[in-house]
């Protein structure tokens, strides 16, 4: 087992392969976090202090001694209203308008494999693979009890949080905060390291010192959005990409959430991830319990690199679920950029024809291929087959493409609603908006309440008679608006955004069971909802509607950090961009393209015949290399925001061969070398470049580096392949 209680002094010990997490339950019942950080022996408990301070108040419990104060001790799951003024993992309102939760601990279990969560993505593992410890505290008082649940992967350097607060009481409560994970750290100085970003340009590095005072980033728009991800490092000082103390906070939710930092007045620093607390106030009857999503914990004392690749295993292996889990994802033609809204059946088959003759696995047909759709004014919610614009059956249409021998796809946004749409006009009340005031348009639509059942049952029934017309084995989920004026005509309304999101994951998992062969590829306008929640149900998403190459590797980049290359939805985009108007190279765009899944947004039938030819050739190189980028170690080897260059490599798991990826972004006159050192590599092995044939000492690569070719021209790109040989 890798957690264990010690009856003695009541402290609890979880172990990973490389860290250590400790608590324990005072002599008061309330439960003390001692520890999080590389692994050590024994109890840690010494590193308690306790001092009368002023103005921090003392539990009742206590007496006389003033030395005693919640306000400074490090707690697993501080509650408002016992003292500690720092930021609470949990407020409840009680039936008498009180805000106070005084949890106590009154047992535990713990058990072989990981806790699983009723109605919401988890991390999954069997019964070898994970431990599980569940803490129930209580309030004597209120009735409110809590579960936490701890999830332990030894091998993976992996730690989960999670909450279920249940009411069993006799009076009705509302949950108006909840945390999942609280780290409290006793000493030290760190940085918050978290992703912001806007659409079509997600997730740019932030590096913040947590000083005095709160810091939090969040969402508010019912998805996790474009402008800060789910998930944070939280760093000492002088942590780097390979040297350094850092510690990883992953929230598994796609809706609003809320990760606060403090730094308190003691030189204590409290970091909390959660569900955000505005447009929450859940109502708790008797009996009747909230459910927190999880967060992932992980540490690492050599930097952001070895933390990252542990998230991508975690994610690859114990998030992602169903048969592309593993599998090689097809690589595909969107029809998007290539022809928009002005298509038609022969348009389709065009493209089909196209990727059929260049070695493309798949065409996507995209938005407009429905109800009255010729543009983003209508349509959404009226999911029936536009025959006419086709000029044949969806069923006619995916068997001709299936005779070219190319695969099927469709796109759908199933969650949003047109005004100008027969579902509306029968069905207005299935639109979130908020009576008697006009709503807010987001893209000209709004958004179906699917925090109620049967407005979900409705979509679900629609899409399935369409998905059932023919040998449909992809669709690309979108949704292209944020939550607002929140209302909902069945559901009280501070449980609207946490249920909404509940009813995204029942329809995607119903969606998993009927169609268990179907890649389910997620997008939100491209990046707006590109987190651990949906990568349960769908193991790719759409990394940015931004497809331009130089402003990839820096979205790219970013997404690194938490999550592996298998879920990043990465094409080959038509030049010059269609987002920013700039031109790139086909090579280098196929580069970039290629730390993804891989694909096509463009017509071939503009391109060239030595384009065609150089698009084989591409297919060819991804194809044969496929294995090594979803499966292998993946390392930036560049800060693409301050470096002359873009760099990262794939490495396999037994370190045999390597992929390593150059994009230069600067070119000057009279150009300096720029030397890229490798990472990841056996020091004394010898590695051959598979193009030149020259032999390197693995140590000599990770320590020089390469020098990379002063060519011409904007944003060259190379590609390195080494593959190790037992002698020079």
Not at 94 to 114: A, F, M, P, Q, W
Not at 346 to 371: P, Q, Y
């Amino acid at each position: 087992m890798a957690i264990w209680y010690q009856k003695e002094n009541r402290t609890f010990t979880l172990q990973t392969a490389h860290t250590t997490y400790q608590m324990k339950v005072d002599d008061f019942g309330f439960l003390l976090h001692l520890y999080y950080g590389g692994k050590t022996e024994g109890d840690m408990d010494y590193l308690l202090t306790y001092y009368d301070r002023g103005f921090s108040g003392n539990p009742y419990d206590v007496g006389n001694d003033r030395t005693y104060s919640l306000d400074v001790l490090p707690q697993e799951y501080p509650c408002m209203g016992m003292g500690d003024y720092r930021g609470s993992a949990l407020m409840i309102q009680n039936e008498d308008g009180s805000e106070c939760c005084d949890l106590r601990y009154v047992s535990h279990e713990i058990r072989r494999g990981k806790y699983a969560l009723k109605g919401l993505p988890a991390v999954y593992a069997g019964e070898d693979e994970a431990d599980t410890l569940e803490i129930l505290m209580a309030d004597s008082v209120s009735g409110v009890q809590l579960r936490l649940f701890y999830g332990v992967l030894e091998k993976e350097d992996i730690i989960t949080r999670s909450a279920k607060i249940v009411n069993c009481g006799e009076g009705r409560i509302v949950v108006e905060k909840a945390a999942s994970a609280c780290l409290d750290f006793m000493s030290g100085s760190y940085d918050m390291i978290s992703f912001y970003g806007r659409h079509a340009m997600e997730r740019n590095f932030q590096r913040t010192w947590i000083q005095h005072g709160n810091y939090a980033i969040g969402s508010r728009r019912g998805t996790s959005s474009h402008q800060y991800n789910p998930a944070v490092i939280v760093a000492e000082r002088n942590t780097t990409e390979d040297m350094g103390k850092c510690y990883g906070m992953v929230f598994v939710y796609s809706g609003n959430f809320l990760c606060e930092a403090e730094h308190d007045q003691f030189g204590q620093t409290r970091v909390m991830m959660g569900l955000q607390s505005d447009l929450f106030h859940y109502p708790l009857e008797k009996k009747q319990e909230l459910v927190i999503p999880e967060t992932i914990l992980t540490y690492s004392d050599q930097g952001f690199g070895k933390l990252s690749r542990q998230y991508h295993k975690c994610i690859r292996e114990h998030i992602c679920r169903g048969k592309y889990q593993k599998q090689l994802r097809p690589i595909l033609l969107n029809s998007w950029e290539a022809a928009y809204f002005d298509f038609t059946g022969e348009t389709i088959l065009k493209l089909a024809r196209e990727a059929a003759e260049l070695g493309i696995d798949m065409i996507v047909m995209d938005d407009g291929w429905f109800g009255k759709r010729d543009d983003d004014n209508s349509g959404l919610g009226d999911w029936q087959v536009n025959e006419k614009k086709l000029g044949c059956t969806l069923k006619e249409m995916t068997q001709k493409v299936n005779d070219m021998g190319v695969k099927f796809g469709i796109w759908i946004e199933p969650e949003s609603i047109s005004e100008d749409s027969l579902l509306f006009r029968e069905h207005p009340d299935y639109a979130i908006r908020i009576p008697k005031r006009n709503p807010v348009r987001g893209r000209n639509q709004l958004v179906l309440d699917f925090s109620r059942k049967e407005v979900r049952e409705h979509v679900f029934d629609q899409l399935c008679s369409v998905l059932d017309q023919g040998k449909i084995e992809y669709i690309k989920w979108d949704l292209n608006r944020s939550l607002t004026d929140i209302y909902s005509k069945e559901n009280q309304q501070g449980k609207v955004t946490y249920d909404y999101v509940l009813g995204l994951y029942d329809f995607l998992e119903k969606l998993m069971e009927r169609y268990p062969d179907m890649l389910i590829e997620s997008c939100s306008g491209g990046g707006g909802r590109f987190d651990a929640g949906i990568m349960y149900y769908s193991p790719q998403i759409w990394c940015s509607d931004n497809t331009d190459a130089v402003d990839r590797i820096r979205i790219q980049y970013g997404t690194s950090f938490f999550y592996p290359v298998s879920t990043v939805g990465s094409h080959v985009s038509a030049t010059p961009n269609h987002q920013t108007g700039r031109s790139v190279s086909l090579h280098t765009r196929g580069i970039v393209a290629m730390a993804g899944t891989f694909g096509y947004e463009l017509d071939p039938g503009n391109l060239s015949r030595e384009e065609k030819e150089e698009i084989r050739k591409q297919i060819c190189e991804y194809k044969k290399y496929a294995e090594l980028i979803q499966k292998g170690d993946y390392y930036r080897l560049s800060d693409p925001f301050c470096d002359a260059y873009g760099a990262w490599m794939f490495v396999s798991e037994d370190r045999e061969e390597a992929l390593v990826h150059v994009v230069m972004l600067e070119v000057h006159g009279n150009m300096p070398v720029n030397y890229v050192p490798v990472k990841g590599l056996i020091a004394d092995a010898v590695y051959e470049d598979a193009d030149t044939g020259r032999c390197y000492y693995g140590s000599a690569l990770m320590e020089a580096g390469i020098p990379m070719p002063a060519d011409l021209g904007e944003y060259p790109a190379y590609q390195i392949t080494l593959r190790r040989k037992r002698a020079l």
